[in-house]
């Protein structure tokens, strides 16, 4: 009887476990075989989680998207959204390697290329999103489009003397309400600024007065448009217009069209001929398997008392090559500061005309570079590249009286651009970025490259064009960025030393790529006290603060100086209410 008892309480015990292991409506005979019947064990799921804050400022960032993809292995995307305190949350992941990318309407995108994801463990992540002062901190990633789909705004800004601007901006906010977004949303932005950063060229005239203007506007959640314009008044009269048409066929961003149509005129003054230029750019983004890949061409034509074209691709490759390390190979003449969602910054970088023999050319240089980065920890990277530029007509900027054949003036001033003539050689750069703390930023930079320089110790307008030689350069800079907590200032600057005297800009691409142009420059952002329901922020650029690098140049008619950077004060208010 005790036998029969534990038999009959052994049978119930297996036949309860049994029920409650087999799914209801499923036939039990036709599972699939016990390991020891296989020879095999059956796999055993292993994942992980990936959950982290996006903040800006310190403030938690709520209605931020953020994707999250594979690197090592075949999948697609997974897109989130944070909630109402900037908290986001994945699903069970594989382990492995992910890439991050966070983007919120009004905030710079941010990009993780390699988060670790650990079997049984949750990733914590802290995503930290950039203003637009940091623009020049993230030039060296390259532009980034897109904006939350919500988001319009317009902008009316003068480009000279005078800058008013107005944005308005409703940004999305996620899970909030239409009432909590107008509630959250600033509602504009107006900027008063005077003086010019640019120097004078047939295409930037600096007129006494212009005003421009930009308009955003989204259709649907993959299409954008963005129409800008310029007029100008007065002496030396300045009209441009540009639009950018962007399209994103897939939701998931894996592929991005851009085109842009530039237009610019201006009048030279007196009976002297308009200059008419026109450029149409278009790129195509791809991003696959953790890499990214921008290709298209670019269209320039440009006339000023005859006419002149330029047609080139341009292309750019990002592959990670590791969790640690990213190649970078770029082809091309576009400057890395163009950003394909702003077409007032397409308005500022068509290429400079200059005279050549009594006929027009362009100073547009052709671009080659390949460049590894390694990640240092989560704090800092460091980056070699090595290139080689071209320019048959490097364009020289100066002041004082010059006449030449080669030599473009500005009738209302004293300013002149000059062909130099060609120039090309090979280069390399070392660039070494680290966050200092949560809110400053450190970057070293050292290159060896070449310029054109003056060949003798003093230069004279007889014999300019053979006193001016290309000659290799050393350059070694650094810089920092950052905001003093208590009185809300943001603080840039950096200075490049240049080995010997130039003419000409050395290594112009790496200059915008990372933001550090010869000599000292300083920018400073100052909240005032606000009135009503006003931020003012008062705002001042120096170019050169020291003046250095000027070139004496002997004339007929006196003395004149050629400088690659001209020392040049932008300063105003900005007003965001």
């Not at 534990?6 to 015990?13: A, D, H, I, R």
């Not at 671009?367 to 070699?384: C, D, F, M, P, Q």
Request: proline share 7%; net charge neutral; hydrophobic share 40%.
């Amino acid at each position: 009887m005790r036998f029969r008892a534990l038999l009959l309480t052994s049978l119930l015990t297996l036949g309860v476990s049994v029920a409650k292991a087999a799914p209801p409506g499923k036939d039990n005979s036709k599972a699939s075989p016990a390991p020891e019947a296989s020879g095999r064990t059956s796999p055993v799921p292993v994942q992980g989680r990936l959950t982290g804050m996006v903040v800006a400022e310190g403030t938690p960032q709520p209605g931020a998207i953020v994707v999250v993809t594979p690197k090592l292995r075949p999948g697609g995307a997974l897109r989130l959204m944070t909630n109402g305190h900037g908290v986001f949350a994945t699903s069970p992941l594989a382990p492995g390697l992910y890439s991050v990318r966070v983007r919120l309407a009004g905030f710079l995108p941010a990009f993780e290329p390699s988060v670790q994801v650990i079997f049984g463990q949750v990733t914590l992540l802290r995503v930290e999103l950039g203003s637009l002062f940091s623009t020049v901190e993230e030039l060296r990633r390259g532009p980034r489009p897109g904006h939350d789909p919500q988001q319009w705004d317009w902008v009316l800004r003068s480009a000279s003397l005078t800058r008013p601007v107005l944005r308005y901006a409703s940004p999305g906010r996620g899970s909030e309400t239409e009432a909590e977004r107008r509630a959250h949303a600033p509602h504009g932005r107006a900027e008063l600024t005077a003086g010019s950063l640019s120097s004078w060229s047939p295409v930037e005239t600096q007129p006494v007065g212009s005003t421009s203007f930009l308009y955003d506007q989204r259709f649907g959640e993959t299409n954008q448009l963005v129409l800008a314009g310029l007029a100008g008044y007065e002496h030396a009269a300045s009209e441009g217009f540009a639009a950018t048409w962007t399209h994103s066929p897939d939701a998931n961003e894996d592929a991005t069209d851009s085109t842009t149509i530039v237009f610019r005129q201006s009048q030279m003054g007196g009976e002297a001929p308009a200059y008419r230029g026109l450029e149409i750019d278009s790129m195509r983004r791809l991003d696959f398997g953790g890499a990214e890949l921008d290709y298209g061409g670019q269209y320039v034509v440009a006339m000023l008392d005859g006419h002149v074209f330029s047609l080139r691709p341009e292309a750019r490759l990002t592959v990670p090559l590791d969790s640690l390390w990213t190649a970078t190979f770029r082809l091309g003449s576009n400057s890395p500061a163009r950003r394909v969602d702003d077409p007032l910054d397409a308005l500022d970088n068509l290429p400079t005309p200059v005279e050549s023999g009594g006929r027009l050319a362009l100073d547009q240089a052709w671009h080659e570079e390949i460049a590894l980065e390694r990640e240092l920890g989560h704090a800092a990277a460091v980056t070699a590249a090595v290139y080689h530029d071209s320019n048959a007509h490097a364009a020289i900027f100066g002041r004082g009286p010059l006449e030449n054949a080669d030599t473009l003036a500005d009738p209302y001033s004293d300013a002149f651009v000059y062909n130099g003539g060609a120039v090309g050689s090979w280069g390399a750069r070392v660039g070494y970025e680290r966050r200092l703390t949560h809110r400053w930023k450190a970057k070293m930079l050292y290159g060896w490259t070449s310029a054109l320089a003056p060949g003798t110790p003093s230069l004279d307008a007889a014999t300019l064009a053979a006193g001016i030689k290309p000659e290799r350069r050393s350059l070694a800079g650094g810089g920092f960025a950052g905001r003093l907590d208590r009185a809300g200032t943001e603080v840039s600057a950096e200075y490049e030393w240049v080995s010997g005297a130039v003419v000409s800009q050395p290594d112009a691409y790496g200059a915008a790529l990372w933001g550090m142009e010869p000599y000292l420059n300083v920018s400073l952002r100052q909240p005032l006290p606000s009135f009503f329901c006003c931020r003012i922020v008062a705002i001042v650029d120096v170019r050169n603060l020291l003046a250095q690098g000027y070139v004496s140049l002997e004339t007929p008619d006196g003395r004149a100086v050629l400088m690659s950077a001209a020392r040049a004060v932008r300063g105003g208010f900005a007003v965001q209410f």
